[in-house]
């Protein structure tokens, strides 16, 4: 037996090792060393139909009449060249998942801060978003690439501690602070998405403006559908609620379990649209959506604990932004917001940008270094 120190390599390091430079095969590197996959690409018609314009054509002729259609580019702030495999809508979705305001997802509240590790933060329930909502569109005959775009980037302009950030922020922003257009206006604007993308960002929340094209109304449903769905499902398993309060009319129509209630919701949209060709629900369907939000809102959102939290997180969060602006040269670097005089409007912008950024941890750490944040009036989970 191979006796292992603290500085010699594991057998299992080792075997990784090995594989650093792949395996060669007539001059081909391939990823495993008996690797047969291979495509037969002789054929012309199979090489033309992968390019991006073959597949812009392609696609004009099985999507539904209304759906959007890529083309070229896109509509971009700034123009660019179209990229040669990918379409517009498709850098669109790429960009946003390798962006840094998709990553911090991860960090921030869905409902509960600092939530057990199976609980949704703000980046599962983007995925869980997507997921609906591509189901819908790939049904009906709409863009599914600009509609995983819109969901996957829907909630990057959502601040940590959840719609708390929002009532937070308000004062400091002209309008108030509203995480969708934040996202489409600020949090995303580097990556120079589609015009089509943006306003879908921007105007999911059922208060803002209908999206300009059906992919972005179908986001606007898949939101709703997935946060009703699996806040309940959190909820249940933290013990705030019990499955059997599930008001009856939400269970007959629907069912008492995620799966069931993500099948029916999403198979109701499928059959309204193509009965009618309107982006929406039947009745009855709707109506068990809108039970089971008002249902959450009374038993997960609007508790006492909950409004705590939320109370908790507008603090810290205003102390954050008030001492940023008042020491801007603790700011980081910024292009778009250049560090400025203390109090002054540019000041100001860039620690509300600063702050918004933020994750729930990152922004909890700040307020305790910065500002000698009580420990005890900080956003806590839910085990205290």
């Known amino acids: 037996m191979k006796v292992v120190t603290e500085d010699s390599p594991s057998q299992r390091s080792v075997q990784w090792a ?12 391939r990823a495993h060393r008996n690797s047969v996959a291979t495509l037969d690409l002789s054929d012309q018609r199979v090489a033309r139909s992968t390019s991006r314009v073959a597949r812009e054509e392609y696609s004009d002729q099985w999507l539904a009449r209304g759906a959007t259609r890529a083309h070229g580019a896109g509509e971009r702030a700034r123009e660019e060249e179209p990229d040669t495999f990918r ?3 498709e850098r669109d979705r790429d960009r946003i998942l390798h962006s840094t305001s998709f990553r911090r997802l991860s960090g921030k509240t869905q409902v509960f801060v600092f939530p057990d590790d199976h609980m949704r933060t703000r980046l599962t329930h983007a ?30 302009g959502h601040g940590p501690g959840g719609h708390a950030s929002e009532e937070a922020l308000d004062p400091y922003v002209v309008g108030g602070f509203d995480h969708a257009t934040w996202g489409a206006d600020v ?13 879908g960002i921007r105007n999911h929340s059922w208060s803002r403006p209908a999206p300009l094209t059906p992919e972005g109304e179908v986001v606007s449903w898949a939101d709703r559908i997935a946060y009703v769905c699996h806040d309940f499902e959190d909820a249940v398993s933290a013990g705030l609620v019990n499955a059997d309060e599930l008001p009856g009319l939400i269970r007959d129509r629907c069912g008492a379990s995620r799966r069931q209630q993500l099948g029916a919701f999403i198979n109701a949209m499928i059959a309204t649209i193509r009965d009618t060709g309107v982006i929406g629900m039947d009745s009855s369907h709707a109506e068990a959506l809108a039970a089971f939000r008002a ?15 939320a109370h908790r997180v507008v603090g810290m ?11 801007p040269a603790l700011l980081p670097e910024d292009d778009e917001f250049p560090r400025d005089v203390a109090m002054s409007p540019a000041a100001l912008a860039a620690a509300v940008s600063y702050v918004a950024g933020m994750t729930d941890r990152f922004a909890c750490r700040s ?3 910065l500002l000698d944040w009580p420990i005890d009036q900080l956003p806590n989970g839910i085990d205290r």
Not at 296 to 308: D, G, K, T, V
């Open 367 to 369: 307020a305790l270094t």
């Open 18 to 29: 090995a594989t650093m430079e792949g395996f060669t095969l007539d001059e081909v590197v």
């Open 127 to 156: 995925l869980e978003v997507a997921q609906v909502a591509t189901s819908v569109a790939r049904a009906v005959g709409l863009n599914v690439a600009l509609t995983d775009a819109i969901a996957l980037g829907h909630d990057c």
């Open 187 to 199: 949090s995303l604007r580097a990556l120079n998405l589609c015009h089509e993308t943006l306003d």
């Open 87 to 89: 379409t517009c809508f």
């Open 295 to 309: 249902f959450n809102y009374r038993s997960i959102y609007m508790r006492e604990a909950s409004q705590l939290q």
């Open 317 to 327: 969060l205003r102390g954050l932004v008030e001492h940023y602006a008042a020491f």
